[in-house]
């Protein structure tokens, strides 16, 4: 039970609904004890009447009559406390959920880019989801039916105890074996069910890699291969839940013959307890209730000793993601509007700690304020990196950047992404409207300001040609889009920003060159005095620029303007006249 230790400070929150719950479930239970005695009592008036026994016709009626009316009130009142039982304890599981769901997700935000590269993104919605639901059941229906049983143990069984001794220590016989067997069926149910969900994970997840890549399939005209996978998935997941069923088809019969075997036991004991005098015939009738009445609170051991096992398993699943750590440390430093936004590498270096490979060693750069930077180079030469860096997806592994006079590591993250706009390679748009996905730039932003953003992206007309405009929702990552589409709108969301740095990390590749040509000239005018740093691999996207530098190795080889790097042998003057050749072609 340690792993569910960590969510005892939710218990202390909501302590006064769970101690009101807990009166009320006592309450309950009491009125629910009134029915057994009163049908005994019922069932030895009536036996007294028989026997002639000091009862008229007339008192046996009032008798009969006023036990019923107790009865039905007593029920009533044990089933509206059952509901108030309900609403208190089942509620707070639900409180609970929701804020264990909170914390997940908070944490999950606060985590840095590694650990999403190291985790799939389906297991951690299952561990806010499945997970947080098998915890829930703990706090929730175990917590409430494992207080009910307990109370209604120590209540009946002392009761019955009480009245007669020897008859409740045979009556309870098979109740402990009811116990284990209900716990060895429910291990059982636990494993096969936990095999059905495996199963029905692999069928759901290579189903919708198939939706997703439906145009590739039927392109390589290979249809009939994923059905046969599919077949063999669905195969395997009908076997698990047979299996599963089978094992479920024992669970009721089991209990209905030990609580059938129980009230065997309370008819022959009792009844030789009754020839022998030593009780009245209308105990045996409440000994048979409250056999009935314990053989549920039996049955939930089983179910109640699974559900923990399970909420144990989900509970350490979930801690070992909030026992994650970011190693991105905030700093407490803000940064105002006249604060210098010049940014300054010294001495950095840098390596991905799940690769091993090395970026920089030794790095220098600086880009002046205001200043459109180009970035160009071979793949694997450090231009993402240094854009990475800039926004602190990454801290260095030596060395320091700064932005003015401020280290990266001094100022809070909020602060530092507030005046950074970051357009990555891979873009991420969200089934949301087209609106909404321009606005998550700035969520504030007003129509027309998200449309003049969509202007100066060049996607404006293209927008006002969907019969909803600004309305039309897109499919799950903007697959509804072109790339060149995609690319526009994810542009447009960094313009609203209105940012004092923009990183565009060659996010013009799906552009045609007149379409690229209007988007840079449109940052030229809209954005100079801003600062700039352009990574590509197309000289148009950076011949404008007030400095090109170019990386090999995690190096700068070349730098200066266009016009003075096309002037000298290297990298730059052969990748202008390589673009340039087949332009003319």
């Known amino acids: 039970m340690k792993e569910l230790k960590r969510l005892n400070k939710f218990l202390l929150k909501y302590k006064g609904k769970l101690l009101l719950g807990l009166v009320i479930t006592v309450v309950s239970r009491v009125f629910s004890l009134v029915t057994p005695r009163l049908v005994g009592d019922s069932m030895t008036t009536i036996e007294n009447y028989l026997n002639l026994e000091s009862v008229s016709p007339d008192e046996l009626k009032e008798i009969l009559l006023l036990n019923i009316v107790f009865i039905v009130g007593a029920s009533l009142i044990s089933g509206f406390f059952t509901f108030l039982m309900r609403q208190t304890i089942i509620n707070v599981s639900r409180y609970i959920e929701f804020d264990v769901k909170n914390e997940i997700f908070s944490h999950y935000q606060s985590l840095d880019q590694v650990f999403y590269k190291k985790n799939r993104t389906g297991d951690l919605m299952n561990r806010i989801s499945e997970d947080v639901s098998k915890v829930r059941m703990y706090y929730g229906p175990v917590l409430m039916y494992g207080t009910n049983a307990i109370i209604l143990f120590i209540v009946i069984i002392s009761y019955m105890f009480s009245v007669a001794p020897k008859l409740t220590i045979y009556s309870l016989i098979p109740l402990p074996i009811l116990s284990i067997f209900i716990y060895k069926i429910s291990d059982l149910i636990n494993k096969k069910s936990t095999k059905v969900q495996e199963s029905l994970s692999d069928l759901s997840t290579y189903s919708q890699e198939s939706f997703s890549g439906i145009s590739v399939l039927k392109s390589f005209n290979i249809q009939d291969l994923i059905f046969g996978k599919f077949d063999k998935y669905a195969l395997e997941s009908f076997k698990n839940n047979l299996s599963l069923a089978k094992i479920q088809a024992w669970f009721f019969p089991i209990i209905l013959f030990l609580i059938g075997l129980s009230n065997l036991i309370v008819?022959?004991?009792?009844?030789?307890?009754?020839?022998?005098?030593?009780?009245e015939i209308g105990v045996i009738a409440e000994f048979i209730i409250y056999v009935n009445m314990l053989t549920w609170p039996v049955t939930l051991v089983g179910w109640v000793t699974s559900i923990v096992k399970q909420a144990e398993a989900s509970q350490k699943r979930i801690n070992e993601f909030l026992d994650s750590k970011t190693k991105l440390k905030n700093g407490d430093l803000t940064i105002s509007k006249k604060d210098s936004k010049s940014?300054?590498?010294?001495n950095v270096s840098f390596k991905y700690d799940q690769t091993g490979i090395e970026i920089f060693n030794s790095f220098d750069l600086k880009i002046?304020?205001?200043?459109?930077?180009g970035i160009v180079g071979k793949v694997g030469s450090g231009k993402t990196s240094i854009l990475d860096l800039i926004c602190r997806i990454y801290d260095p592994s030596s060395g320091d950047i700064f932005i003015g006079d401020k280290n990266l590591k001094s100022l809070k993250l909020s602060e530092l992404r507030k005046i950074i706009s970051y357009v990555p390679q891979n873009n991420f748009l969200f089934s949301e409207s087209i609106q909404r996905n321009i606005q998550f730039g700035n969520p504030k932003a007003t129509k027309d300001q998200v449309q003049k953003a969509a202007v100066l992206s060049e996607i404006d007309h293209e927008i006002l040609k969907f019969e909803k405009g600004y309305e039309t929702i897109l499919g799950e990552r903007g697959v509804t889009l072109s790339g060149g589409q995609v690319q526009r709108l994810s542009i447009?969301?960094?313009f609203i920003k209105d940012s004092d740095i923009y990183l565009f990390d060659d996010c013009f590749s799906s552009l045609d060159s007149d379409t690229e040509d209007r988007i840079i000239t449109n940052l030229k005018n809209n954005f100079n005095n801003k600062t700039l740093l352009i990574v590509s691999h197309r000289v148009s996207c950076v011949?404008?620029?007030?400095?090109i530098i170019v990386l090999e190795n995690g190096k700068i080889v070349q730098k200066g303007t266009h016009n003075e790097l096309i002037s000298k042998e290297g990298f730059y003057k052969e990748l202008n006249?390589?673009?340039?050749?087949e332009v003319n072609k």
Do not use: L, V
Not at 368 to 373: A, L, N, R, S, V
Not at 543 to 547: E, F, G, M, T, V
């Open 267 to 279: 008819i022959y004991i009792g009844g030789k307890e009754f020839i022998d005098g030593n009780i």
């Open 492 to 494: 447009a969301r960094s």
């Open 543 to 547: 011949r404008h620029a007030d400095k």
């Open 577 to 581: 006249a390589k673009q340039n050749s």
């Open 343 to 346: 940014i300054i590498f010294k």
């Open 368 to 373: 002046e304020e205001g200043k459109t930077i």
